[in-house]
């Protein structure tokens, strides 16, 4: 009697093991694919090349900054911008003012002087000011995430936008990188013969009250390095202190062999959703996941051309 029950206990204890060998086995838990997979593996027709006539190059002693206009959100400053591009106007001009968290800012050191300022060529003197166009008909992709600026975000073109449905307005984002045209007290007294690029925290109180007129696709790096600029807004005091910009051209040009060969990532591909879902639910070295992006923290790839 007492070998059968304990026959009986041991067959008992084994029978979970026995029957776990026949259960079908469970599929390994995979880690979702990363940002840097997602770009990797995005196909080439997700991806747009460079438009010639919209995208200039300026030439530093550091290097090259390369920026795109925006021309649906600011016709008549792009317009301005490629012609002073065209005759070289921002040849030979100044970074001249760098503000710690805030913005790289360029242009004429003697705009305010009538006798010393830069003629604008045919570029137009006075021209309206573009803050903002109509949401109507805009494809927006709209991003589903909360943004305490605008109750709307999304992108249009690669750029970051932001859009009011009350008003009918929409309106490019102060985001890092993004370039804007200086202005003085008057709405309408931007050219785009000044221009800033954003090198700090998005600031984004400055939407719909500067014109945005593109963004920095490479080379912000050389901007946001460069030395901070005095008390005074950081405007440098010293003309020594100014970074000299050598040579401003527009794509369209030069000679093809010597233009950046760079791509886009479309906002309107399919990549484009799987790569902001992969930067909401972070996996792989995050312990804590935010579940969230905004606007300005979901910036668009670039890539070299094939």
Known sequence: MKKTLVAALVLAAALPALAAKHLPKKPAKTQPASSAEIIKAAPDADWRNLDPDNTI??????????????PRFAPRHAANIRAMAHEGFYDGLSIVRVQDNFVAQWGDPDSDDPAKAKPLGKADAKIPAEFSIPLKGLPL?????????????????????AASPKTGQAWLAHCYGMVGAGRGNEVDSSTGAELYAVIGQAPRGLDLNITVVGRVLQGIELLASLPRGGPNMGFYEQPEQRTEIRRVRLLADMPEAERPRLQVLRTESKTWP?????????????????????????????????
């Open 57 to 70: 190059l300026m030439d530093l002693a550091q290097g090259q900054v390369l920026i795109e206009l925006a």
């Open 274 to 306: 799987k790569l902001l879902d992969a930067r909401r639910h972070r996996g792989g070295w995050f312990v804590h996941s935010p579940e969230h992006i905004e606007v300005c923290s979901a910036t668009v790839p670039t890539r070299p051309a094939p």
């Open 141 to 161: 992709k709209k991003l589903p995430d909360v943004d305490g600026w605008a109750p709307v975000t999304g992108f249009v073109d690669g750029f970051p936008v």
